[in-house]
């Protein structure tokens, strides 16, 4: 909670001192106003609100005694039917606190002030009560100069404080600061023009009319704003569904890819490739043979030569033109092994 304030107008705190400047004796009375809570939020980038509750005590008018001790005796003792005489038509619940004048002291509370101070606190059953002090002195020894000092003082758990005093003064008000500061305490004329024509521009509560249609069409935006708010989330948890839908479809896909290309790799092994070295040896031992010079066949199943794989052993060779001119003598390894007798091998040795 923020530290206490009293506010005064300039007005109020004039009329104080040229009260007191133009009275013979010290004087005291009662204080008038009002005592109100303030809530200030303040947002920042470090958090999202920041909520200062400020005490504040308006002075608004004030009540002089006629002389002083007059509404407590000399042990501070407050007598509630004096009080009653001296506020005459004013409410006894707009009382805030009381003020006296000393000349010449310091700004310090005696010890009969505050007893007086907590005695009418409980009188008036207001914990909420104000005590103001206001020292005048001379400057000069002719007295053509004079200074005022005041000061405010409350007291929590009969512990008193010395409250800051905010006067308001229109060079050192914002803008529209002044719509701020609490009305002073009406007169009859005032009374009887706001009851006249105060219908047309106020409720029965006291709230200004265009006060009330402006909140109503806020409360109005605010409930748009927050179904558009809930359509817009419900919006992206459905993106949100959607794309991980998506991504699950993606993953299936590439698994099934992944399967596919290696049952297709299983069905069609890579084709075997050929041994040199082994060809080499089969070719300089069956040089001759149209069998070991060939892999491809012809429809009638008959070797067909070919050029030999190495580029070393020169030109290619050809098969036996005896064999090439009958192909049908030759379908395969085994059927020739069988067939041809022992004697063609040895003559077609080289």
């Known amino acids: 909670m923020a530290e206490p304030t009293v506010r005064m107008s300039g007005i109020v705190l004039a009329s104080l001192m040229f009260q007191h400047v133009n009275s013979d004796s010290d004087v005291e009375g009662l204080i008038l106003g009002e005592f109100k809570f303030e809530e200030h939020v303040t947002i920042n980038d ?3 609100d920041h909520i200062d509750i400020e005490e504040i005590y308006n002075i608004q008018k004030h009540i002089t005694c006629h002389k002083l001790n007059n509404f407590y005796n000399g042990v501070g003792e407050v007598d509630q039917d004096i009080i009653k005489e001296i506020l005459a038509e004013n409410k006894q619940e707009s009382v805030i606190g009381w003020y006296r004048q000393r000349r010449n002291t310091d700004q310090q509370m005696t010890f009969r002030e ?4 907590e005695n009418l606190k409980r009188a ?3 914990p909420h009560m104000v005590f103001l002090l206001l020292t005048p002195s001379k ?4 007295g053509s100069t004079h200074r005022t000092e005041y000061a405010a003082f409350i007291s929590h758990s009969r512990r008193f404080v010395n409250v800051p005093v905010l006067v308001n003064n229109l060079g050192l008000l914002e803008q529209l600061a002044y719509w701020k500061v609490s009305a002073p305490c009406s007169a009859a004329g ?4 706001m009851k006249k024509h105060g219908s047309k521009f ?3 509560n006291g709230a200004l009319r265009e006060v009330s249609e402006v909140d109503k069409m806020n409360d109005s935006l605010q409930s748009e704003l927050q179904k558009a708010c809930s359509d817009v989330e419900e919006s992206e948890r459905l993106v949100e569904r959607l794309l991980a839908d998506v991504s699950a479809l993606r993953k299936i896909v ?3 890819r992944r399967h596919k290309l290696v049952e297709d790799t299983d069905a069609f092994p890579p084709e075997p490739k050929k041994n040199l070295l082994l060809h080499e040896a089969l070719e300089a031992l069956f040089a001759c043979s149209p069998l070991f010079q060939t892999q491809t066949l012809t429809l009638q199943a008959a070797p067909v030569p070919e050029i030999s794989c190495s580029t070393d052993h020169g030109a290619a060779r050809s098969s036996d033109p005896e064999e090439g001119a009958q192909p049908g003598r030759s379908i395969s390894r085994k059927r020739l092994s069988k067939t041809r007798p022992s004697g063609d091998k040895k003559r077609q040795k080289c």
């Open 139 to 142: 400057l000069t020894s002719t």
């Open 124 to 126: 008036l059953s207001n």
């Open 254 to 256: 590439s698994e099934k």
């Open 114 to 117: 505050k007893v007086v101070h």
């Open 46 to 48: 470090s958090q999202v």
């Open 202 to 204: 106020f409720n029965s």
């Open 190 to 193: 005032y009374n009887l023009t």
